[in-house]
């Protein structure tokens, strides 16, 4: 099959480092690498976007360290003037008097705004069929789902049509379908990139961060995104600076395999697990020393997941009751106008987890629900903590499976939130972790998770872009398909 660009001079097969330094070095315009990426996503044909600009920004600055280079942006966030609609109904149409920081501070370091990206509604999703606006396809396979909630971004990035994008991780949202598509997913340590315009999920957990080709783009994306904002009160910002990675060496890395997340029993497909076992052997070739560890309480992570996600979500939506933003149903009277706005608004997996968050909330159920749920977070944590003494890394596969076919699981919940196995303890504990390709299994890639103790990010991308050099995957695969 033939890729459906002229790939001899098309300027959207470099990666965004290489298109920074080509800006800066006079090779290729700003304006000219925009264009080029506008119509890349106005021809999207993955329903990957939302909005994309009808029109090139003014110049970046000479001193802008991005130079120019366009950024997709989750719906999750908000932008100024533009749709931020959290792939919700209740929120079609909705224009934002305000941007979000990270998205401002990324314009301001030379990254344009070149659109918004479908996700489940309200970040709630682990395939992107549950987005308001219609499922996002998976530029590998167009029967199959990209992942999500970020599947927007992801896919994005996958087909070519963005040189990188934001994406949210509240249990998985950016690693599971930076795995599912065939990239780099990034979920940075929880607090150290600004919530402050992100549409809240699940306050406590939601993070932002970057979905790229390659590990150096997701380090370089991050360097602007991080640091510390008085408008997010759960702000910590980061120690330093990130750094690019440069080593390509994993000599005196300590790799540790938690039986609990990629044992034998636990749900990984044969050719996810076969793609983890070998990037492991080459890990040790690379100088890393890899040995079985241990997260005890790791597989109670999905069921304490969704208690907490879900009644944080229950206080985060209320907000939306059709009388100050978004959508309103008049239905003769408030209660009436409440019921009916939200019922038309929010989509079957959006009131299913904001009826789960209020029962688990509600008297009587808090301490045997939310309560003990808190309790399992704490042990997820500690463990973790365990786990860092005596290991630089813990490793898992990134998805139990493999992209699967569109609608496969839509009609069974439980086999749906089993998509974020192996991704939710990292977010339980607050974590940095990555997603790097690591190779196919039936033609469909996979991914390798690596994660850190907090604010371990600098060490991880270099172990990342170690793994990365070696297996050699080229992420912008998915092009021969889209």
Not at 192 to 204: D, E, K, N, P
Not at 414 to 428: A, E, G, I, R
Not at 451 to 477: H, I, K, V
Request: aromatic share 8%.
């Amino acid at each position: 099959m033939t890729t459906s660009r002229d790939t001899s001079s098309d300027i959207t097969l470099l990666s965004a480092a290489a298109a920074v330094d080509a800006i800066e070095r006079g090779e290729l315009s700003a304006g000219e690498l925009f264009e080029a990426y506008r119509a890349a996503a106005a021809g999207d044909e993955l329903n990957a976007y939302l909005w994309v600009a009808d029109e090139a920004p003014a110049p970046a600055g000479q001193d802008a360290p991005l130079r120019g280079v366009p950024l997709a942006v989750k719906d999750l966030f908000c932008t100024e003037g533009v749709p931020s609609q959290a792939g919700s109904k209740i929120l079609e149409g909705y224009r934002p008097p305000y941007t979000a920081t990270v998205v401002a501070k990324l314009a301001a370091a030379g990254a344009p705004l070149l659109g918004k990206t479908n996700q489940d509604e309200f970040a709630m999703g682990s395939s992107n069929e549950n987005s308001a606006f219609g499922p996002v396809l998976n530029p590998w396979d167009r029967a199959r789902v990209p992942g999500g909630s970020s599947g927007g971004s992801a896919a994005a990035v996958a087909a070519g049509s963005a040189p990188w994008a934001l994406g949210t991780d509240t249990g998985g949202s950016i690693r599971q379908p930076a795995a599912l598509c065939g990239i780099v997913g990034l979920k940075p340590t929880y607090g150290t990139v600004s919530r402050y315009g992100m549409i809240a999920f699940a306050s406590s957990l939601d993070q932002a961060g970057p979905l790229t080709r390659d590990v150096t783009d997701a380090a370089l994306l991050l360097k602007q995104m991080v640091g510390h904002d008085n408008r997010d009160s759960t702000s910590i910002g980061f120690p330093g600076e990130i750094e690019l990675p440069r080593s390509g060496s994993l000599k005196g890395i300590r790799l540790g395999v938690p039986e609990e997340l990629s044992g034998a029993g636990v749900g990984i497909e044969g050719g996810v697990l076969d793609a983890f076992n070998a990037t492991l052997k080459l890990a040790e070739s690379l100088g890393a020393t890899v040995e079985t560890c241990h997260l005890p309480h790791a597989p109670h992570a999905l069921s304490a997941y969704y208690v907490l996600a879900p009644a944080e979500a229950s206080s985060n939506l209320a907000r939306y009751d059709g009388v100050r933003y978004g959508r309103r149903v008049e239905n003769g009277g408030l209660v009436g106008m409440y019921t009916k706005t939200r019922s038309e608004g929010f989509g079957r997996e959006v009131k299913r987890r904001i009826m789960l968050g209020t029962y688990s909330l509600s008297s009587g159920y808090y301490d045997a629900y939310y309560g003990r749920a808190q309790r399992v977070r704490t042990k997820i944590a500690d463990d973790f903590r365990t786990a860092f003494a005596e290991f630089d890394f813990v490793v898992t596969p990134t998805a139990p499976s493999v992209a699967f076919e569109l609608g496969a699981k839509t009609s069974d919940p439980m086999s749906m939130y089993v998509n974020d196995y192996c991704t939710v303890p990292m977010s339980l504990a607050g974590i940095p972790a990555i997603s790097i390709p690591n190779g196919l299994s039936d033609g469909l890639p996979t991914g390798f998770q690596l994660c850190g103790p907090a604010f371990s990010e600098n060490r991880m991308l270099e172990a990342a872009y170690a793994l990365e050099q070696a297996t050699g995957f080229e992420a912008t695969g998915a092009r021969i398909h889209a």
